[in-house]
């Protein structure tokens, strides 16, 4: 199931118009398009951002537009000037991003993939996240990093981790995980216009899914979750594509007689926390349902805040589903497995329920 | 350089074979639907080849994404490349890796590596290794056009020729990385250029010529076991199809330049320099490429009798020592 768009638009504190069915992978395209015409201050660079860079004069232009086409046609539109592609030196690109947000632009930088990250970590890490800090409030960077997530491809260890928890282990950076194509839009035009450093994070499994989405430029706000199926039993939370594991999960619930709430996070920095203890309030047990590995997760932030927070409240113990504390495997027969999906939703909504 | 009639066949073999692996093996792992992590080296034969008959099984070598030919001139078995890239328990790496990951310890083959660049410090590394130990190793990092802009290259390249490492760098420029083209990424006209930055010797050679590039690299590792540290030695040559196989090249590059370099193919441009000598005929030449087809039937053949892994293998290998009930630990995992 997915949320509709009258449930989208009232989230956003906005009456949406002209809305159509469109791809993630248009949405974001839109989004980065209505972005750079409203403020001529963005731009963006990435590998294969356009593709073919350097012949024009040849006729190549846009050879790629974005590892995942989510850039194409903007080189045509904004120019070279603003739509760059990078060599293979993403420490150098994403630092003079981070540089170029501090000095007046808002810079959106590619990382193809969230397993690179360690290539160029030291320049989120130390410069966006801890500058402002440091100089005593002299700066503001409005730098926004868009990478990828998600395993399910038989990409293997390199090319399919969910590094989101780790970013919002670092105070000073933002994170955002878009589940569908009205909030990849609305988030994405979130963090761009936003003052601080924000990582989006975009999951591989989600770019062709089709949902509505206002022609209008428009923003979520960052650090707010949604629900997305209201329920009596158990809070399901959701991040990025594991939301609609938790709705489909529910939907077979629900004809066993339990009925779930399903939360979609959308935000790994800030954490809603608010949110989801209102709805532990209402159904006395959580499940958070995270890609990413379960050791110092978004997962365990979110089970120990709320038992912290609400313990008084809860029937039963506030539990994970997870991928394992192991590298992503290459072959099907084991990387099925490793990924959180129904079926293990399902069990361990039943172990809770059963308590 | 000298090379007797057994040598000079062995190489054309080690192109034939990685030309049949990536011919045969490449689409019939897409057809198992495994094809999002696949990279042909077909057209780049003669840089793996000519490098690598110079090294022995004791030697090692950091190879990249698109290192299937690597692995084959390091002395890896198709056999058991095939059933890796299938999935299966088989597998040098056991089903784990893939093919961006096949890597083969007892071949001194350091991995295939996903994150470009990456392996080059393993290889210098493994120099490092050989120096402490006295071993007499070389080792070799290869790695693309793109990569050259990593910055880990750069340190690695100081860092070798710092403590005279017994290493070469060796860049397959290609041309391109993805669709960017090298003239558009690089700042100089050569990868071989930035030898001079690092004190060491660089290099180009062309990189479709298997003779070239053995005596190129004969110099190189002559030099590095004599203990005078690190070289660079850039191959130009071209990759025959796109990137991976969801990539159609003529996007970004024109069929006029793809006939140039497919004029050159480095199977061709041997039997170019080979046959008029008239010691080689083209009879043993076509047996040898036919043996290459005729393994890649029992590679396939091996690899789809082989046994997927069990899922719960999904837990080995994480740790040498760990708690392994501590991989799954209260996250409701079903195996
Ligand atoms: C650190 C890092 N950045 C980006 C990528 C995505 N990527 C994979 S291969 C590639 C191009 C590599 O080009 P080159 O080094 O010339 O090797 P070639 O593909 O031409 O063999 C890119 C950008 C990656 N794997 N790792
Ligand atoms: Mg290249």
Redesign the pocket.
């Known amino acids: 199931m997915t949320i509709t768009n009258q449930t989208a638009g009232q989230l956003a504190g906005m009456h949406a118009t002209g809305t159509r069915e469109i791809q993630v992978r248009e949405a974001i395209n839109e989004c980065l398009r209505q972005e750079m015409e409203l403020d001529e201050n963005v731009i963006i660079m990435g590998?294969?951002i356009a593709g073919g860079a350097g012949r024009q004069d040849q006729g190549v232009e846009d050879a790629w537009g974005g590892?995942f086409r989510t850039t194409v046609g903007l080189i045509q539109q904004f120019g070279k000037e603003r739509v760059l592609d990078t060599p293979?030196s993403?420490a150098a690109f994403i630092g003079a991003a981070i540089g170029a947000s501090s000095t007046g632009l808002r810079a959106v930088a590619e990382?193809?993939?969230v397993?690179?990250i360690?290539?160029c970590m030291d320049q989120l890490v130390n410069n966006a996240a801890k500058m402002r800090y440091m100089f005593g409030g002299q700066v503001k960077v409005p730098f926004t990093m868009m990478t990828r997530i998600g395993a399910g491809f038989g990409a293997a260890a390199?090319?399919s981790e969910s590094y989101y928890s780790i970013f919002s282990h670092f105070p000073g950076l933002k994170g955002v995980v878009p589940s569908d194509a009205y909030t990849a839009k609305g988030l994405l035009a979130a963090a761009i216009r936003d003052d601080d450093p924000v990582v989006y994070f975009e999951h591989k499994g989600l770019y062709g899914s089709v949902g509505p989405v206002p022609e209008e430029p428009y923003v979520l706000p960052l650090g707010k979750a949604r629900t997305v199926r209201e329920g009596t039993d158990i809070t399901l939370v959701g991040i990025s594509k594991m939301t609609w594991v938790c709705t489909a999960a529910a939907e077979e619930l629900a004809k066993e007689g339990i009925s779930c709430e399903v939360i979609d996070l959308l935000s790994v920095s800030p954490i809603d926390y608010d949110h989801i203890n209102e709805s532990v309030l209402k159904t006395h047990r959580l499940v958070v349902v995270d890609e990413d590995t379960p050791i110092c997760s978004m997962a365990s932030e979110i089970c120990s805040r709320v038992a912290e927070e609400v313990f008084d409240y809860l029937d039963a113990p506030p539990s994970r589903v997870t991928a394992p504390h192991t590298p992503v495997p290459y072959s099907r027969a084991m990387e099925n497995e490793y990924m959180p999906n129904e079926s293990r939703v399902k069990t361990t909504v039943r172990n809770l329920m059963n308590r | 350089m000298e090379l007797d009639r057994e040598s000079i066949l062995k190489l054309f073999k080690t192109m034939a074979t990685i030309r049949h692996f990536e011919e045969r093996g490449i689409p019939e792992t897409g057809q198992r639907g495994m094809s999002a992590s696949v990279?042909s080296?077909a057209g780049?034969e003669a840089v793996a080849t000519g490098v690598c008959a110079n090294l022995t099984n004791e030697d090692y070598i950091g190879s990249?994404?698109?290192g299937h030919g690597h692995c084959i001139a390091k002395g890896v078995d198709p056999k058991l490349m095939m059933a890796e890239l299938f999935g299966r328990a088989t597998g040098p790496n056991k089903g784990k890796g893939g093919s961006m990951h096949i890597s083969d310890m007892s071949k001194g083959m350091l991995g295939t590596n996903?994150?470009?660049?990456?392996s080059i410090p393993l290889a210098v590394g493994a120099a490092l290794t050989s120096k402490v130990k006295k071993l007499g190793r070389v080792a070799v990092a290869f790695?693309?056009?793109?990569?050259?802009?990593?910055g880990v290259l750069h340190e690695s390249m100081n860092l070798a020729s710092v403590w005279k490492l017994p290493v070469i760098f060796c860049c397959?420029?290609?041309?391109?990385?993805?669709s960017?083209p090298?003239e558009y990424a690089l700042s100089t006209a050569h990868v071989a250029d930035r030898a001079q930055g690092y004190d060491m010797p660089g290099i180009t050679v062309d990189g479709m010529d298997v003779f070239a590039v053995y005596d190129a690299a004969a110099q190189a590792v002559a030099r590095a076991r004599a203990g005078d540290g690190p070289s660079l030695i850039e191959c130009q040559t071209y990759?025959f199809y796109g990137?991976t196989v969801f990539d159609n090249p003529l996007t970004y590059r024109s069929k006029e330049e793809e006939d140039h370099w497919r004029a050159r193919d480095p199977l061709k441009l041997f039997r170019e320099a080979v046959l008029p000598q008239g010691d080689i005929t083209a009879a043993e030449l076509d047996q040898i490429e036919a043996d290459a087809e005729a393994l890649m039937e029992e590679a396939v053949k091996f690899a789809d009798e082989s046994p997927l892994p069990e899922p719960v293998e999904l837990y080995d290998d994480v740790y040498v020592n760990y708690p392994r009930e501590l991989l799954k630990r209260g996250v409701n995992m079903a195996v």
């Open positions: 590998e294969e590892p293979l993403e990382l193809m993939f397993d690179f360690g290539v390199q090319h | 990279h080296s780049q990249t994404h698109r996903g994150v470009v660049g990456a790695f693309g056009d793109g990569a050259s802009n990593q397959e420029n290609n041309g391109y990385a993805m960017t090298s990759r990137h």
